[in-house]
C-alpha cells in the first residue's frame, strides 16, 4: 500500500524541541520531493517546508526558518523534521506530504501527528 | 507570504453547482497555473482533487472543476451531494519558491 506515517509528536515545553519522523512506503521515497504542513486545531492549512529527492535543497516558511530543520534518509525511506525554540504558535498537527506532478501540489498525505506546545 | 482569500462558506441545494474563489496575487495565484485544491473530511487528512488549475487526478469525478483567470482561481462542484459537505481549501505555488494555502471554505449543502 502507498502511504506515509507520520510519528512524534507529543507535548513539549515552549522552547523545547522535537523530531518528527515520516516512514514512507509503497513508492520510491527517493524520487519524490517531500514536505510538511500544519494545521492547528480548528485552523486552516500552513506550508511548513519542503525538501528535495536527495536531500540537497530545503526551503522553508519565514515562521519556522531557523528553528525547524527538514531532513531525509532515502536508504530507510524516512522523512524527518528537527523543530528547536517551540513556541505555543506551533502548536498543529504536522501532515507529512508527497509531492505530485507539476509544483506546489501535495497527491499523498499522512494523517499527521499532533504537536502540543504548552507550559 | 499572505493567506490567499477564500469565502468562509458556501452552501447550495443538492444537484445545485457551487463555485469557491480562491484570490491571491501576481506572486502566485496570477503567477503560475500551479494552483491546487484540497477537500478535508472532518478528522482525516487533506485529498488532492484539482491540481495545476484545472487537473483531476485519476479517478476523481468529474463533478469537480477548477478554472482561473488573473489571481483568481475557481473551484466549481456541480450536483452537489450531500457526501460533498465539508471544507475545501485552495493553494498555489508562489514566486518565493514555498507553496500558501488559502483560509479554507465550508460547503454546507442545505
Known amino acids: 500500500e502507498v502511504q506515509v506515517v507520520e510519528s512524534g509528536g507529543g507535548l513539549v515545553q515552549p522552547g523545547g524541541s522535537l523530531r518528527l519522523s515520516c516512514a514512507a512506503s509503497g513508492f520510491t521515497f527517493s524520487s519524490y520531493w517531500m514536505h510538511w504542513v500544519r494545521q492547528a486545531p480548528g485552523k486552516g492549512l500552513v506550508w511548513v517546508s519542503r525538501?528535495?529527492?536527495?536531500?540537497?535543497?530545503?526551503t522553508y516558511a519565514d515562521s519556522v526558518k531557523g528553528r525547524f530543520t527538514i531532513s531525509r534518509d532515502n536508504a530507510k525511506n524516512t522523512l524527518y523534521l528537527q523543530m528547536d525554540s517551540l513556541r505555543a504558535e506551533d502548536t498543529a498537527v504536522y501532515y507529512c506530504?508527497?509531492?505530485?506532478?507539476?509544483?506546489?501540489?501535495?497527491?499523498?498525505w499522512g494523517r499527521g501527528t499532533l504537536v502540543t506546545v504548552s507550559s | 507570504q499572505s493567506a490567499l482569500t477564500q469565502p468562509a462558506s458556501v452552501s447550495g441545494s443538492p444537484g445545485q453547482s457551487i463555485t469557491i474563489s480562491c484570490t491571491g496575487t501576481s506572486s502566485d495565484v496570477g503567477g503560475y497555473n500551479y494552483v491546487s485544491w484540497y477537500q478535508q473530511l472532518p478528522g482525516k487528512a487533506p485529498k488532492l482533487i484539482i491540481y495545476?488549475?484545472?487537473n483531476r487526478p485519476s479517478g476523481l469525478s468529474n463533478r469537480f472543476s477548477g478554472s482561473k483567470s488573473g489571481n483568481t482561481a475557481s473551484l466549481t462542484i456541480s450536483g452537489i451531494q450531500a457526501e460533498d459537505e465539508t471544507d475545501y481549501f485552495c493553494?498555489?505555488?508562489?514566486?518565493?519558491?514555498?507553496?500558501?494555502f488559502g483560509g479554507g471554505t465550508k460547503l454546507t449543502v442545505l
Open positions: 495545476e488549475v484545472s
Open positions: 525538501i528535495n529527492s536527495d536531500g540537497s535543497t530545503t
Open positions: 506530504a508527497r509531492a505530485g506532478s507539476g509544483r506546489g501540489n501535495f497527491d499523498l
Open positions: 493553494s498555489s505555488y508562489t514566486t518565493s519558491s514555498t507553496v500558501v
